[in-house]
């Protein structure tokens, strides 16, 4: 390990550290505009100019290696007289748009130029301009601004594994732009924004409505998928106005989807306010009294059953189980798309692995997913991955960025690679990490028990499974799926045998917690109780409509695909009348003669932490025992197919947001400048 000597501080570090990396362990601030830690290095701000001793001039300390016995100056005239020629250069065409630039505030530009900026500008010629470029419906270009630090071109090629960006021209000429015009196609690319320095590309959404000293910030978590991604909630008054990334290396580093960060416009529209109750077969505004009598004289000695829809928190779905179980009825149920993993064993429908586990992985089998557009953020680690062993996939064949070697499409393909057929299945007895991933296009398949068990067969078969390594993780696409499942909301029949029963009459009343990816034509025959945020295909057979409030405007507790329990705080209140869900239950039940035994929130997840322990484990993996589960049986040769068609529209938010229908317009059917090599 290399010892450095920086203004005369002795520092060991690492071997291959860098010296820019060397005086930040040594708690020396260096400057720097194209330097990241996830980007490869380019060296070519020169920001970060340090003097070496014995060296005949300035170092960039970013693309310098660490060596042992190093002397090294950061804050010597002649680093200062560096740093204020660099920064001279650099706003040589630079125009004067802070007034107006929505990085204003945040810029990186701005703060170096006041911390490390000389007071010379003997630049006079005229400055250059370059026309705008369309990067999609996401990103806003001002390209003028650009400094060419080359973050976002390569973010594009090593991140997001879409290189569409790129540099043309030379020199003075030199401007970063898509190739063929093409938009920047990527389901992360609202990241660019993050990492740019300056203002040449920023929120295009988010464009001149807000400035970052209006703005009251709360740490909470997404919930458009099931890897509850740390982020920062940006409010002003009662709307939130743009969602950022948190760091947090185990789940999501320092990215998210741009689901995540862009639908956040949902959250204003087709919005639940009041109470509603059908009158002569129309849809009319009610006070919550006049609801909840309507629901009492409708739910009493009638059968009834629960859905549980994929946003939901812990707290209502716990609130909803307890005056279910009060009302005498246990057909309640949260897989909306047919899953036929059960509650029976936790080790059956976790990712085992943990999401940071994947880079331990050194072979990866993916069966029924697209994790590119059921989990974006996580398929960085596969394209990760794929540079250290073989990926191969049974499913849909998709571009998911890296190569992948396609098996088939259906189980067959399972039982050949669990008999040892084939080059992979050679790959995965010899590698030491093997993981495999079943999606939700495997576990609602028809024979969905039947991958199950295959499914177990292979990891136990190929060392997928020891004592310090559990390689068996299926990924979930809802956010409410593992909470619901470890508090055992699953029924024999699953959603679909409550939506028979519901067809054929044997089931009278239903109460739909925002379940919206079901057929609700099914339930027009009973008596349908909805409860939610948005009016999405719950409401379309909604006998009385509850409003409830979307998830960052309550606080609520949430279990992702990991097992990890993460506690999401409130960002601001709801509209109107609507209500905490748990609350609203509370109240109903109160209605109902079945009062539930809690007055407040913490009185609730008091009572639900002492019948699931687990759940007070915050920020925590869990490891759980191996164990026997899905079904041996002669599966069909039905194609295994991916449930997730369009990226942008799988949630009541997502589908409300104006965002994101026009990013479902612009990038249907769009040609990826980037090829995945695919077998």
């Not at 879409?162 to 690319?189: C, K, M, N, W």
């Not at 609203?584 to 639900?608: N, V």
Request: with cysteine.
């Amino acid at each position: 390990m290399p010892t450095l000597t920086i203004d005369g501080i002795e520092v060991e570090v690492e071997g291959g550290s860098t010296v820019l990396q060397a005086c930040e362990a040594a708690g020396i601030e260096i400057p720097r505009f194209c330097f990241h830690e996830r980007l490869s290095i380019s060296g070519n701000c020169r920001m970060c100019l340090v003097e070496m001793e014995k060296a005949p001039k300035l170092i960039a300390s970013c693309a310098m290696p660490a060596g042992d016995g190093m002397v090294i100056h950061t804050k010597s005239d002649k680093v200062k007289r560096g740093r204020e020629g660099v920064l001279e250069f650099t706003l040589i065409n630079h125009p004067l748009d802070c007034p107006v630039c929505d990085q204003g505030g945040e810029c990186d530009l701005q703060d170096q130029y006041l911390a490390y900026s000389g007071d010379d500008n003997r630049y006079e010629e005229g400055r250059r301009t370059v026309a705008k470029d369309d990067f999609g419906p996401l990103v806003k270009t001002v390209m003028t601004r650009c400094i060419h630090c080359t973050r976002c071109v390569r973010f594009a090629d090593e991140i997001a594994g879409v290189p569409a960006l790129g540099g043309i021209g030379r020199g003075d000429h030199l401007e970063i732009t898509t190739y063929q015009e093409q938009p920047f196609a990527s389901e992360l690319s609202g990241n660019v924004v993050d990492l740019c320095p300056v203002g040449a590309l920023t929120n295009k959404p988010y464009a001149f409505t807000a400035r970052p000293w209006e703005l009251k910030s709360t740490e909470t978590f997404d919930i458009h998928d099931a890897m509850g991604s740390s982020v920062r909630a940006d409010a002003r008054g009662a709307q939130v106005m743009r969602f950022l990334p948190r760091v947090h290396e185990d789940v999501n580093e320092e990215w998210i989807s741009d689901k995540t960060r862009q639908a956040v416009d949902g959250l204003k529209y087709n919005r639940l306010d009041q109470p509603y109750v059908r009158r002569d077969g129309k849809l009319q505004p009610a006070s919550w009294d006049e609801a909840f009598d309507v629901i009492a004289s409708n739910v009493k000695g009638k059968k009834i059953a629960a859905l549980i829809g994929d946003l939901c928190d812990l707290e209502s779905m716990y609130a909803l189980k307890g005056l279910m179980a009060a009302l005498g009825s246990t057909a309640i149920d949260c897989r909306q798309d047919g899953a036929k993993y059960g509650g029976k064993h936790r080790v059956g429908y976790l990712f085992n692995s943990s999401i940071a586990g994947i880079d331990e992985a050194d072979t990866c089998l993916l069966v029924g997913t697209n994790p590119r557009k059921e989990a974006a953020v996580l398929n960085i680690r596969l394209r990760y991955l794929s540079k250290r062993g073989p990926i191969a996939s049974v499913g849909e064949v998709e571009n998911l960025t890296y190569p992948v070697e396609h098996l088939g499409n259906n189980v067959k393909a399972l039982e050949d690679v669990l008999l040892g057929k084939g080059d992979f299945a050679k790959a995965l007895k010899k590698a030491e990490k093997p993981m495999i991933i079943l999606g939700s296009g495997a576990v609602s398949h028809a024979d969905g028990a039947a991958i199950l068990k295959l499914a177990h067969d292979i990891a136990e078969k190929y060392g997928m499974v020891s004592d310090c390594w559990n390689g068996f993780n299926v990924l979930h696409t809802a956010a409410s799926r593992v909470g619901a499942m470890d508090l055992g909301l699953v029924s024999d029949g699953g959603v679909d045998g409550i939506l028979n029963g519901a067809a054929k009459g044997d089931i009278e009343v239903v109460f739909n917690l925002g379940a919206d990816e079901i057929d609700t034509a099914r339930l027009e025959k009973a008596f349908v109780i909805y409860q939610g945020s948005h009016g999405d295909e719950g409401v379309k057979h909604a006998d009385v409509i509850l409003p409830g409030v979307a998830y960052p405007e309550k606080p609520g507790t949430y279990v992702n695909m990991e097992g990890r329990v993460q506690l999401a705080p409130r960002v601001i209140f709801g509209p109107g009348d609507a209500r905490e869900d748990w609350a609203i239950l509370r109240a109903l039940s109160q209605k109902l003669g079945h009062t539930l035994p809690f007055d407040t929130i913490s009185e609730l997840r008091t009572k639900m932490i002492a019948d699931y322990p687990h759940l007070d484990q915050v920020d925590q993996v869990p490891k759980e025992s191996w164990a026997e589960f899905g079904v041996t049986a002669k599966a069909s040769d039905a194609p295994i197919t991916n449930l997730i068609d369009d990226f942008y529209q799988t949630n009541p938010i997502a589908r409300s947001s104006k965002v994101m229908a026009e990013c479902s317009s612009a990038y249907e059917g769009a040609q990826f400048v980037a090829e995945a090599v695919n077998g």
